[in-house]
DNA sequence: GGAAGCACAGCTGTATACACGAATCAGCTT
DNA sequence: AAGCTGATTCGTGTATACAGCTGTGCTTCC
């Protein structure tokens, strides 16, 4: 009989978390600035399907805070006030010391390859900038410390958090130019050091020390009017 | 012309975040147990609406991995894995330092007479048992100390681990019985010195140590026979 | 000319119909 | 009798129609 797999046009629709994630990546690449509103009718021809999936993929980022949806209007993208920025910085600043201290797990050779290429190509882009690259490279970063930290819970909280910061920092890295290749480049080349060392508990203290960085430069250039 | 009120018999239908509170609550005051799967359509009809809503509460709660919904199966209640517990404590063990550490706010006299409340109550339930009133009680102590945290960010965090960490205390508590009680009474009454102190960095300290006696109750009442 | 009110257009919120996936059980084969 | 297979049933996933809300621009009245 062989069933034949019926496959009328089969269109391969996109899951709910592939567009959640490609929204998301399209609200920290600035391509959805605050302000603007995402039409869930819009979204959802651009991927082919119905509004159905589009609200639960939105719905899930509302966990986040970064966008808030108002009935009759839209999904609104927010602007994160500034003290929840500051909440954020404090609070990633902290948690990038537990990063070693809470079930380190072994660095393995594959994580030592993948920080290698990783330095490479922020090489690559320091000198060829490119603001897509740079976001691309920022997750796969991302990536890689969220492999390196064994304490599950803590691994949800800190790509939860990496988000919202992401948000405001390409927002902002876009203000700065140069220098934000140049930090992102330091960054990988420090981790690729430690990671090299098998020292987890460095990688943690990298990340505080660039976070810090980071949140000095956001006071300078978003903030230096209100200081 | 004949009336044409769209709704005569207005029915208050519950917001999707009141769907999303109950199902939440049953699921700490193991209502709803691991292993067992809720239904969209049984819950749309005790709550009055369609299966749309429902959906939308169960998407949500699904990101704080208490439950996770299969096509074609249902939405089925976690059994959180002991090292996924672990790690939880683990987290709030850190986070709860950090409540007095980051952007402490100031304890007015509305936070002092909430904590007396409290632990009156909590005096109250340590003679008369009431496994009820005792969730009650808790979200209402969680409640008061999310007030107490001034940081945004880190109140965020601390509730959304509230709930997994809660779903598995109370599992937890139907077993030690009245040592469950006298440490909730405990945990009050430290508070409340602490608060009329108007020592917040106090506060964090209490609900560490707590966390770590906590952990220690499951150590031996749930895990006892692996070690 | 200005301001208040009203109608309209567009978006989200909800309900419902249908398509698809998974598990179970009866009936057949071995 | 045991195991496999196919149909049935019940669940979620998706699409769509409609109801309700909101902002806006026009009209009208002062």
Redesign the interface.
């Known amino acids: 009989m062989t069933s034949r797999k019926p496959h009328p046009d089969a269109v391969d629709r996109p899951t709910i978390e592939q567009i959640q994630s490609r929204i998301l990546n399209r609200i920290c690449e600035t391509q959805y600035k605050p302000g603007d509103q995402l039409k869930e009718a819009v979204i959802a021809q651009e991927f082919g399907v119905s509004r159905t999936p589009v609200?639960?993929a939105l719905?899930?980022i509302s966990?986040l805070?970064l966008v808030e949806t108002r009935n009759g209007v839209g999904t609104v993208v927010i602007d994160l006030p500034r003290?929840?920025i500051?909440?954020?910085y404090?609070?990633r600043f902290?948690l990038a010391t537990?990063i070693g201290?809470?079930?380190p797990v072994e660095i393995q050779d594959h994580h030592i390859a993948e920080a290698r290429e990783i330095d490479a190509w922020a090489r690559r882009l320091a000198k060829d900038e490119n603001s897509t690259e740079y976001v691309a490279l920022n997750q796969r970063l991302k990536t890689l410390v969220g492999e390196l930290i064994g304490?599950?819970?803590?691994r949800?909280?800190w790509n939860q958090?990496y988000y919202?910061a992401a948000s405001v920092w390409h927002r902002m890295t876009e203000a700065v130019g140069a220098q934000a290749y140049e930090h992102l480049q330091r960054e990988t080349s420090e981790l690729l050091a430690a990671i090299e060392l098998r020292d987890i508990a460095a990688v943690g203290y990298i990340q505080r020390v660039h976070i810090g960085y980071g949140y000095q430069l956001i006071r300078k250039h978003l903030w230096q009017d209100e200081d």
Chains 1, 2 share one sequence.
């Open positions: 609200r639960d719905s899930r966990h805070g003290e929840r500051e909440h954020l404090e609070v902290e537990l201290k809470l079930s304490n599950s819970i803590l949800d909280l958090s919202q």
